[in-house]
């Protein structure tokens, strides 16, 4: 059984990779689609048939070892793997509390790099795998730090196992600056928004559909938009600790 993996989905990029990799992908005979709130998932079901609905919290470790005994049992070839499941709080870290910090790293970091070890035996030749990093994983973010510096492990790690992986499995970390998800108002609201990001905030669709050309053409990075772009190339000459006190 050919079948595509989205972790996230019931929301933002994770639920635009759903309908994409649908419309794209019509070999694959089930979407298995993960997030915790089932109505989310649900609602993907009007447009997409060959849906799998998993409502599952990615960070609780009793979910996973059923997902991985639900691997066992159906032993699906996994043609693509999303890891969209995400959170982030923009606050200096003084201000937030200890268990928000550790749910922020235990669902970006821990539970992503579980969820791919476990996937990775039902990935064959040819699969692949987008991990959602973000443009944040270029730079140290002051009152964001926690979730750039959970990033930049995401961005780090994808690019490590796709060297590892190299000529069987290909590995994109997905890189966007904001993108219009329900993500920005769980920030606070695009409004509230670092004057300097809200004109590079860019569209969902339009950010998983270059990911999805980026992905097949084997590149370890994608970057939406020259605004990013630029942004990835001045981090590389400026030091960080200019990039910081204009962030
Ligand atoms: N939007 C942006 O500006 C932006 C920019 C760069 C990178 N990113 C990254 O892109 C990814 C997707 O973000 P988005 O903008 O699509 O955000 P979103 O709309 O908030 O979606 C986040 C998804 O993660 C799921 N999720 C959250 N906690 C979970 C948990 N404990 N277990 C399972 N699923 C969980 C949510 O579903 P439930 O609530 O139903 O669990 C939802 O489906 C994230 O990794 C984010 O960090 C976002």
């Given at each position: 059984m050919k079948i595509a993996v989205i972790t996230g989905a019931s929301s933002g990029m994770g639920k635009a990779f759903t309908k994409q990799i649908d419309e794209k992908y019509q070999e694959l005979d089930e979407i298995w689609v993960i997030a915790r709130k089932k109505e989310g998932l649900e609602g993907l079901k009007k447009e997409i048939s060959k849906l799998r609905i998993l409502p599952m919290d990615l960070t609780d470790r009793q979910a996973l070892e059923e997902f991985s005994t639900l691997l066992k049992r159906e032993k699906p070839c996994i043609q693509?793997?999303?890891?969209?499941?995400?959170?982030?709080?923009?606050?200096?870290?003084?201000?937030?509390?200890?268990?928000?910090?550790?749910?922020?790293?235990?669902?970006?970091?821990?539970?992503?790099?579980?969820?791919?070890?476990?996937?990775?035996?039902?990935?064959?030749?040819?699969?692949?795998?987008?991990?959602?990093?973000?443009?944040a994983a270029f730079v140290p973010q002051p009152s964001f730090a926690v979730y750039a510096a959970s990033k930049s492990y995401v961005l780090s790690f994808a690019r490590a196992l796709g060297a590892e992986q190299k000529g069987r499995i290909v590995v994109t970390a997905v890189c966007p600056g904001p993108v219009d998800t329900p993500f920005l108002e769980k920030m606070g609201g695009k409004e509230n928004m670092p004057f300097y990001k809200k004109p590079f905030i860019a569209d969902a669709e339009a950010v998983v559909k270059k990911a999805l050309k980026d992905s097949e053409r084997g590149r370890e990075i994608s970057v939406y938009g020259f605004a990013m772009k630029a942004l990835r190339a001045v981090c590389k000459i400026v030091p960080i600790r200019l990039l910081m006190r204009f962030m």
């Amino acid at each position: 059984m050919k079948i595509a993996v989205i972790t996230g989905a019931s929301s933002g990029m994770g639920k635009a990779f759903t309908k994409q990799i649908d419309e794209k992908y019509q070999e694959l005979d089930e979407i298995w689609v993960i997030a915790r709130k089932k109505e989310g998932l649900e609602g993907l079901k009007k447009e997409i048939s060959k849906l799998r609905i998993l409502p599952m919290d990615l960070t609780d470790r009793q979910a996973l070892e059923e997902f991985s005994t639900l691997l066992k049992r159906e032993k699906p070839c996994i043609q693509i793997l999303v890891e969209s499941a995400g959170m982030g709080i923009q606050k200096k870290i003084e201000d937030t509390a200890v268990d928000d910090l550790r749910r922020m790293t235990e669902l970006n970091c821990t539970a992503l790099t579980a969820f791919v070890a476990m996937c990775l035996p039902y990935c064959e030749k040819g699969s692949r795998i987008l991990c959602l990093a973000s443009g944040a994983a270029f730079v140290p973010q002051p009152s964001f730090a926690v979730y750039a510096a959970s990033k930049s492990y995401v961005l780090s790690f994808a690019r490590a196992l796709g060297a590892e992986q190299k000529g069987r499995i290909v590995v994109t970390a997905v890189c966007p600056g904001p993108v219009d998800t329900p993500f920005l108002e769980k920030m606070g609201g695009k409004e509230n928004m670092p004057f300097y990001k809200k004109p590079f905030i860019a569209d969902a669709e339009a950010v998983v559909k270059k990911a999805l050309k980026d992905s097949e053409r084997g590149r370890e990075i994608s970057v939406y938009g020259f605004a990013m772009k630029a942004l990835r190339a001045v981090c590389k000459i400026v030091p960080i600790r200019l990039l910081m006190r204009f962030m």
